[in-house]
């Protein structure tokens, strides 16, 4: 039998080689880009956060979450390290449940795909993007340019809208449209939120450990955790990207920066009135050195009113308290976000319901499949968007016939 895939991404990799494995299909993969597996090496800044060991439901968002269990339950965590293992990767896990490859470079991860693609029942088509496609009773006939190719099953693995410069595109979502299929609307993920820059102006490059709230009109929508970076535009961090999905598909939300989690608001208080007993002379601009960074610290101080260049006998008690409050909730209101050209993943995609979870093959085109990020599924900062990458590729490259 003979097999299309295109996208030779995470998922459409993980689904050759596992189709290819039987041996009995040809498999043809496409790859509009030259290379394969281009987004993959700037995942994890460079090192590919491969796989999450805390890989659950609950990381996971889109229309119905729950979507994701069948191929998270038939290819779990372990199920891919030891995928990755049979290709000669080797892995070490950090806190948090983190997986990186041992050699903290993404391109091993890349290597280990390709040496897997070596197979002689496997053509990589690199540098051929496919503009079309029709189901038939013959199946499916892919058109490339001028060029036209046959196969009886058909994977649709091209990935998201996000990170256009590294090749995401809407060239999934429309072939799939093409062939009866719906989308829904589409937001960036995993992406840097813009917000008033008053205040951040001069923090950038700044970074901080925060527990973040975001809220619209009072109301709580997310929280997160970890480290913050502002820049010159607003605000960055894995803790910002946790809560970027939330920020990107509401207007009008406002970040609430706990920027001193791990000290109590007393614990704080009394810390400071112990300074300014001890240094009655130091300038009001050094209250927080040694607290906070010391850009970060003047300009809190700074937007509740305190007077950097006094001494600090001459804060008042309002003043003080003002401070200690600005430290645990500081706010920033949010303006929008870098879009799909900076994000890591995109919230939204081709509707779940119109495939059979049990086996991600097409509820309205038999012979059709659909995995990774084309799908409206997306996870967390942290891995879980490359297991749900390799659970949907591994599940789609059985080519199971639809139970549902």
Not at 53 to 82: C, K, N
Not at 200 to 207: E, F, H, M, P, S
Not at 224 to 252: C, H, K, M, N, W
């Amino acid at each position: 039998m003979k097999i299309a895939i295109i996208g030779a991404g995470a998922s459409g990799m993980a689904a050759a080689i596992t189709a290819a494995a039987s041996g009995t299909h040809e498999i043809l993969l496409f790859e509009r880009q030259a290379r394969v597996g281009k987004k993959l090496l700037a995942t994890g800044n460079g090192r590919c956060n491969l796989t999450n060991r805390q890989a659950a439901v609950s990381h996971y968002h889109g229309t119905d979450p729950s979507f994701i269990l069948p191929a998270l339950q038939a290819f779990p965590v372990e199920s891919t390290l030891d995928f990755f293992s049979a290709l000669g990767l080797y892995t070490v896990t950090e806190p948090g449940g983190r997986v990186y490859p041992y050699s903290d470079q993404a391109n091993s991860v890349v290597d280990v795909l390709r040496f897997g693609l070596e197979r002689k029942n496997i053509t990589l088509l690199a540098g051929t993007e496919i503009t079309g496609v029709k189901h038939d009773a013959e199946g499916f006939l892919l058109r490339a340019g001028s060029e036209s190719y046959r196969a009886d099953r058909l994977i649709v693995a091209c990935g998201g809208a996000a990170g256009t410069k590294l090749g995401g595109g809407l060239s999934g979502y429309q072939l799939l449209r093409s062939l009866g299929h719906h989308c829904t609307k589409l937001y960036p993920s995993l992406v840097q939120l813009k917000t008033d820059t008053e205040q951040v102006r001069g923090l950038k490059g700044v970074r901080a450990n925060a527990r973040l709230r975001l809220l619209l009109n009072g109301s709580l929508l997310a929280v997160a955790g970890g480290e913050v970076q502002f820049t010159e535009y607003g605000i960055s961090g894995p803790a910002v990207f946790d809560l970027s999905r939330a920020a990107s598909t509401a207007e009008g939300t406002e970040l609430h920066l706990d920027l001193l989690p791990d000290m109590r608001s007393e614990e704080l208080l009394s810390t400071l009135c112990i300074r300014i007993s001890r240094y009655p002379n130091m300038l009001c601009e050094d209250l927080l050195t040694g607290i906070l960074h010391n850009r970060l610290g003047r300009m809190l101080l700074k937007s509740v009113g305190v007077p950097l260049s006094n001494p600090l006998t001459s804060l008042n008690w309002k003043q003080l308290t003002d401070a200690v409050e600005a430290c645990h909730d500081f706010r920033l209101r949010v303006l929008g976000n870098m879009g799909m050209e900076h994000a890591q993943v995109t919230a939204g995609g081709i509707c779940t319901q119109e495939f059979c979870a049990e086996t991600l093959e097409s509820r309205i085109v038999p012979g059709l499949y659909a995995c990774g990020e084309v799908l409206d599924v997306d996870g967390d900062c942290g891995g879980y968007n490359l297991q749900w990458a390799w659970s949907s590729g591994l599940l789609a490259g059985k080519l199971r016939q639809a139970s549902c």
